[in-house]
């Protein structure tokens, strides 16, 4: 039943201390409500009685304080490099450092107007890509990711942020082996998570395979720098990756195996670790 009796400002100071980040607090209660979607809304209606069910709301917030639910999939979006992204259940959710990576990746663009063409490998939400063609409306966008929950995440954010891309539900390694159009950037944030390193906190929530999808964590690497030509157009090419903290070693290896190593500048993440490489020729 909805609970009509209580204000606004009171469903937010009634709750247990061990409930104490408003803003979270307040992010959740503009998910539920129809008519209070920001603090203005608040500070309008603050002394009105809410439009939601109150203990709907307090589950919500029981999910993220202790059940540690990302808040992501409690408010199904997340912001990230400008928009808001809807996020499906179980499809990886937009992080903030990631955010760095697209930042690295729309500098170059900046100064380097003759790119054409993205590719976003392993897309997910489509954030990356969409978040960049929001900034270059004139490039062709694609997006692949092999599970169709991920695929139908992106076609619903393509069609709601009104941004125009190509979506492919294809399997990553046999599509850069068959691929016949090539690009000119390539977005690449695959799972890289090793099996033994997994925590358990990661999949209660998100897909497994979003994380860890091979028994070797760097294969998605090898098999895009060892078949680069295959996804590239030519010589002028811009390939931006995430990369797990401690692969930084393994996947310079291959890089140098792959003639890739003196173009590639790699980067650090808000927590100072390695995570980030771009290759710029």
């Not at 309008?44 to 999939?73: C, E, G, M, T, V």
């Not at 890289?192 to 994380?211: A, G, H, Q, R």
């Not at 998605?220 to 157009?233: D, E, G, S």
């Amino acid at each position: 039943m909805l609970n009509n009796k209580i204000t606004f400002f009171d469903a937010l100071t009634k709750l247990d201390k061990k409930f104490d980040n408003d803003n979270i607090n307040r992010t959740v209660m503009y998910y539920h409500s129809k008519k209070v979607k920001n603090l203005t809304n608040f500070i309008l209606y603050r002394s009105k009685l809410i439009d939601f069910d109150y203990s709907k709301y307090l589950k919500s917030l029981k999910d993220y304080y202790i059940n540690k639910k990302p808040l992501s999939y409690i408010v199904k979006n997340q912001y990230f490099n400008g928009l808001t992204f809807k996020v499906f259940n179980k499809v990886h959710f937009p992080r903030n450092e990631t955010e760095l990576l697209a930042e690295s990746v729309e500098k170059i663009l900046k100064k380097d107007r003759k790119f054409k063409s993205i590719i976003d490998v392993c897309c997910g939400t489509g954030n990356l890509g969409i978040s960049i063609k929001n900034h270059f409306p004139l490039m062709n966008l694609t997006l692949l990711d092999v599970d169709k929950n991920a695929i139908n995440n992106t076609k619903y954010n393509l069609k709601h942020l009104k941004i125009k891309g190509t979506v492919l539900n294809k399997n990553f390694f046999s599509y850069i082996k068959n691929n016949k159009i090539k690009y000119d950037v390539v977005l690449f944030n695959p799972p890289y998570v090793n099996e033994n390193e997994l925590d358990p906190n990661l999949i209660k929530y998100e897909d497994k395979k979003s994380f860890c999808n091979s028994k070797d964590p760097i294969i998605f690497y090898k098999t895009l720098f060892t078949n680069i030509n295959k996804l590239i157009k030519g010589k002028h090419y811009l390939i931006a990756a995430e990369f797990g903290s401690k692969q930084k070693d393994d996947i310079k290896l291959i890089l140098s195996e792959n003639n890739l190593l003196k173009n590639t500048k790699f980067y650090k993440d808000l927590n100072n670790l390695d995570r980030f490489l771009i290759i710029y020729h």
